[in-house]
């Protein structure tokens, strides 16, 4: 690959990480509209946030009034307690069974700064016997990530009151988490990067390996979720962007969020060691290509698993060192240590200066167009315990060192 397209591979995921969870997008209205065979009355009492129909999805357990305009909806999403979220909205601009807007005023599980400039209406206007709803949600928007999120979840909303309304009938999931969408999704992601390694039953090979590389590290997170108590965990593949882990709950304490992050590159470190031992038994035994098959595994995995442990903000790494440094200055140290180690693995691994340097600008520029891009809790995560973070700093130390060994073994061998 020449060293233009490279440039002008990492301008590209630059700019695309930019626009995904930085870009100033500003105030944006999200706004779908859908025609629906069913009374006003029935659609009215769907929506509005009091209507005898408002749990019909399972996403509201119980609406209450508080006083005036205030409504607080008990949902089924689970807070760090593991209990029901609560929500309280302020409506405005009510017009039974025609339309109504609301604002969120308290958040038992976001930051009051996340819902500042949220607004949301619904609207319903009656055609012979049909009508036509609408639902608008109008917010400020870092990102076009947030943004491109409300909009499939405000037509798989409105897709589904349709559902309901017509047949009586609601539908949990959607498409796009279906096992089959998924299934779809991972081969998807085993053929995008299938160019770049070259159009050939080898590269081919190399792209598969990539995507199962990126499915075992996610697998490593869910397990940490479990293991942190939650009930519900799942892999989403995103093509292109690779893959996520999605847990149940929001976190709890900064110790889970540590724990969380290291474990999709501390799972991984168990899969390189035996790959990395597998592989010199089989070179051994004279099975070459065993050998060699399973050296390009290991050390794909470690690579891809030591870029995640890099200082980045909304990478692994920057997520474990931003729980366990107890101040700014120990982060900062933390993060430059941590990087130059991470280059000088690098320079083992015989990369050229330029790739090095290349690389160290790479994630000093990804630190600061993600920094500040993830959304506050409402209240302080439980801190972590002065043992617990000696604990996850030799734990990424470990982890660090297995992946960087394993990017220089695999590099000086498949050089020869």
Same mark, same amino acid.
């Given at each position: 690959?020449?060293?233009?397209?490279?440039?002008?591979?990492?301008?590209l995921?630059?700019?695309?990480?930019?626009?995904?969870?930085?870009a100033?997008?500003?105030?944006?209205?999200?706004?779908?509209?859908?025609?629906?065979?069913?009374?006003?009355?029935?659609?009215?009492?769907?929506?509005?946030?009091?209507?005898?129909?408002?749990?019909?999805?399972g996403?509201?357990?119980?609406?209450?009034?508080?006083?005036?305009?205030?409504?607080?909806?008990?949902?089924?999403?689970?807070?760090?307690?593991?209990?029901?979220?609560?929500?309280?909205?302020?409506?405005?601009?009510?017009?039974?069974?025609e339309?109504?807007?609301?604002?969120?005023?308290?958040?038992?599980?976001?930051?009051?700064?996340?819902?500042?400039?949220?607004?949301?209406? !619904?609207?319903?206007?009656?055609? *012979?016997?049909?009508? +036509? /709803?609408? @639902?608008s949600?109008?917010d400020?928007?870092?990102?076009? =990530?947030?943004?491109?999120?409300?909009?499939?979840?405000?037509?798989?909303?409105?897709?589904?009151?349709?559902?309901?309304?017509?047949?009586g009938?609601?539908?949990?999931?959607?498409?796009?988490?279906?096992?089959?969408?998924?299934?779809?999704?991972?081969?998807l992601s085993?053929?995008?990067?299938w160019?770049?390694?070259g159009?050939?039953?080898?590269?081919?090979?190399?792209?598969?390996?990539?995507?199962?590389?990126?499915?075992?590290?996610?697998?490593?997170?869910?397990?940490?979720?479990?293991?942190?108590?939650?009930?519900?965990?799942?892999m989403?593949?995103?093509?292109l962007?690779?893959?996520?882990? !999605?847990?149940?709950?929001?976190? *709890?304490?900064?110790? +889970? /969020?540590? @724990?969380?992050?290291?474990?999709?590159?501390?799972?991984? =470190?168990?899969v390189?060691?035996?790959?990395?031992?597998?592989?010199?038994?089989?070179?051994?035994?004279?099975?070459?290509?065993?050998?060699?098959?399973?050296?390009?595994?290991?050390?794909?995995?470690?690579?891809?698993?030591?870029?995640?442990?890099?200082?980045?903000?909304?990478?692994?790494?920057?997520?474990?060192?931003?729980?366990?440094?107890?101040?700014?200055?120990?982060?900062?140290?933390?993060?430059?240590?941590?990087?130059?180690?991470?280059?000088?693995?690098?320079?083992?691994a015989?990369?050229?200066?330029r790739?090095?340097?290349?690389?160290?600008?790479?994630?000093?520029?990804?630190?600061?167009?993600t920094?500040?891009?993830?959304?506050?809790?409402?209240? +302080?995560?439980?801190?972590?315990?002065?043992?617990?973070?000696?604990?996850? =700093?030799?734990?990424?130390m470990?982890?660090?060192?297995?992946?960087?060994?394993?990017?220089?073994w695999?590099?000086?061998?498949?050089?020869?």
């Amino acid at each position: 690959m020449s060293a233009i397209a490279i440039a002008f591979l990492i301008a590209l995921n630059l700019g695309v990480i930019y626009l995904l969870i930085a870009a100033p997008i500003g105030v944006r209205t999200v706004r779908l509209s859908r025609t629906i065979n069913a009374t006003s009355e029935k659609l009215w009492e769907a929506v509005w946030l009091l209507g005898r129909e408002t749990t019909w999805s399972g996403q509201v357990l119980e609406a209450t009034p508080v006083t005036g305009d205030m409504i607080r909806l008990r949902l089924s999403w689970r807070g760090r307690d593991d209990r029901p979220i609560e929500r309280t909205y302020r409506v405005f601009d009510v017009i039974p069974h025609e339309r109504f807007s609301a604002t969120v005023v308290e958040d038992n599980s976001l930051d009051p700064s996340f819902w500042a400039n949220y607004r949301e209406t !619904i609207s319903l206007v009656g055609k *012979d016997r049909t009508v +036509e /709803v609408t @639902f608008s949600r109008t917010d400020r928007y870092r990102g076009l =990530a947030m943004l491109v999120f409300r909009y499939f979840a405000l037509r798989r909303e409105i897709g589904r009151l349709k559902s309901w309304a017509e047949t009586g009938k609601f539908r949990q999931g959607g498409i796009f988490e279906h096992p089959l969408t998924q299934i779809g999704f991972a081969v998807l992601s085993a053929f995008i990067p299938w160019p770049l390694f070259g159009l050939t039953r080898t590269g081919l090979f190399y792209s598969a390996v990539l995507t199962a590389v990126v499915a075992l590290h996610e697998l490593g997170h869910m397990a940490a979720f479990r293991l942190m108590g939650h009930r519900r965990v799942r892999m989403i593949f995103i093509p292109l962007l690779g893959g996520v882990a !999605i847990g149940g709950r929001p976190y *709890d304490s900064r110790f +889970e /969020v540590a @724990f969380v992050a290291l474990m999709g590159a501390g799972f991984s =470190a168990f899969v390189v060691a035996i790959a990395w031992g597998w592989s010199v038994h089989a070179a051994s035994a004279g099975d070459i290509y065993l050998a060699n098959l399973l050296m390009i595994f290991a050390g794909c995995s470690a690579l891809f698993n030591l870029a995640n442990l890099a200082p980045m903000w909304k990478f692994d790494g920057g997520q474990v060192l931003r729980q366990i440094c107890p101040n700014a200055p120990a982060l900062a140290t933390a993060s430059f240590a941590l990087l130059i180690v991470l280059l000088g693995f690098g320079y083992l691994a015989g990369f050229s200066t330029r790739v090095l340097i290349v690389a160290g600008v790479v994630v000093a520029l990804l630190s600061l167009i993600t920094a500040g891009s993830g959304v506050k809790p409402r209240y +302080e995560l439980k801190p972590i315990l002065r043992r617990d973070r000696w604990a996850m =700093a030799a734990a990424l130390m470990a982890v660090f060192t297995i992946h960087g060994a394993g990017v220089v073994w695999a590099a000086r061998n498949l050089i020869q």
